[in-house]
């Protein structure tokens, strides 16, 4: 948490990148359980350099990390998974390797008849993981679309602006409809985009899903 805290964050990466991956890992799962919004997203970004930076040099222990971080979303785990799923979204993200083995098992988290997260706080990690792998290999998650559409009627703004967001991400022209039906919705939505927690209008994000949809 200190070195996260230290300063910009590619500096603070670096410095994390001089310690041994194993033992960076470990501290930085326990962030991501973190209240503090900066603290956890710092703690998903830098699991994401790690874990990519790792599997460069040794690819079955950066699956072993992932599948860590899924066991810890299965009801068996005991645990509640926080920031586990968008870990995973930023890992694959930077990591094609593993995107391509493990896209669909992120994908299968909003499935109703996959390992559908029935815990909204969880859901919005799923979404916007898909989103961000979307952002670097939209093909891999192309079968998230029919998924995420049921969150555009989310109850929770949050939920339903990152729904929209991932599906304009995602080019999903079956949600233009949906995504009309919120262009006056001004509940407000935290999303964390270009390095930093943001609020947006769901309807200015659904506006702007559109405008790449169009």
């Known amino acids: 948490m200190e070195i996260l805290r230290s300063g910009p964050m590619d500096k603070a990466l670096e410095r994390l990148s001089e ?21 956890k997203w710092s703690a998903v970004n830098a699991i994401g350099v790690i874990v990519s930076r790792l599997a460069d040099l040794d690819m079955e222990s950066a699956r072993v990390i992932i599948r860590r971080l899924m066991w810890q979303l299965n009801d068996e785990s005991g645990g509640i998974g926080w920031g586990c799923p968008e870990a995973i979204g930023e890992i694959l993200a930077r990591q094609p390797p593993l995107a391509e083995e493990f896209a669909s098992i992120l994908v299968s988290y909003v499935r109703e008849d996959g390992n559908f997260l029935e815990y ?70 935290e999303i964390y985009l270009d390095g930093e927690v943001r609020v947006f209008r769901v309807m200015d994000l659904a506006r702007e899903a559109l405008k790449n949809i169009l």
Do not use: M, Y
């Open 19 to 39: 310690l041994p991956a194993r033992r960076v890992v470990s501290p930085l799962f326990s962030l991501l359980l973190s209240t503090d919004s900066r603290t």
């Open 120 to 189: 909204e706080p969880l859901e919005r990690g799923a979404v916007w993981g898909i989103g961000r792998l979307g952002q670097v290999n939209p093909l891999l998650v192309e079968h998230a679309k029919p998924h995420l559409l049921p969150f555009l009627e989310a109850r929770d703004a949050s939920l339903r602006g990152l729904a929209a967001w991932a599906l304009g991400v995602l080019r999903a022209k079956e949600a233009r409809e949906r995504l009309e039906a919120l262009l006056d919705d001004d509940a407000r939505a």
